[in-house]
């Protein structure tokens, strides 16, 4: 559970601090993301996910 919240945590530092410094960039990466056909974003998604999951797996294991 702290790992999960430790997890959620991070990512909302993240997403604040891209609204707070680049908020007009974030807009036009939310409007290419818009672009994209509906194939495509999920591909983006699950390599966003693949990353993510190898990174906390490197993480992990490098603590360890």
């Known amino acids: 559970m702290t790992w999960a919240l430790l997890g959620l945590g991070l990512v909302l530092v993240i997403e604040g601090l891209a609204l707070?410094?680049?908020?007009?960039?974030l807009e036009q990466v939310l409007?290419?993301?818009a672009a994209l056909g509906r194939d495509r974003r999920r591909l983006v998604g699950l390599i966003s996910v693949a990353l993510g999951t190898g990174l906390i797996w490197l993480a992990r294991h490098l603590l360890a």
């Open 31 to 33: 409007a290419l993301l």
């Open 20 to 25: 707070a410094l680049a908020p007009s960039r």
